[in-house]
């Protein structure tokens, strides 16, 4: 038996990896069970070192817009993007660097963002 690493792929978007130890018979009904396209590899290795997880998770979600003011508020096309973890060298400051004038501002659009601001950030 070989361990196998089977990349599926459906509609050309959403891909999937399944790494089994299987014979090359119960490979070939498994793969004949799988929808859209696939690959299958051998598999040498897997997993690695196990590394720790950071004491705190720094989330952080930002708003992303086009400012426009009227009478005194800001409107205009905006959206916003979530960072799951900030690596903890960095900070809010660097994000606004990074993202001021190069983001659009919308799904739909693409006009660039010239504000940045943390979600529930009420300064």
């Known amino acids: 038996m070989a361990l196998n690493r089977i990349t599926q792929t459906i509609n050309g978007k959403k891909q999937n990896t399944l790494v089994l130890e299987c014979s090359a018979a119960d490979l070939s009904a498994l793969t004949a069970l799988l929808e859209g396209a696939f690959a299958v590899s051998e598999s040498y290795a897997t997993g690695g070192t196990v590394a720790s997880a950071p004491d705190k998770f720094n989330r952080q979600t930002y708003k992303v817009l086009k400012s426009n003011k009227v009478h005194g508020r800001e409107t205009g096309v ?3 993007f979530t960072i799951t973890h900030l690596n903890p060298a960095k900070d809010s400051s660097d994000v606004f660097s990074a993202v001021a004038g190069v983001f659009d501002c ?9 504000v940045v601001s943390l979600k529930y950030d009420r300064r």
């Open 78 to 80: 905006s959206t916003q």
């Open 106 to 114: 919308s799904y739909t659009s693409s006009v660039k963002c010239d």
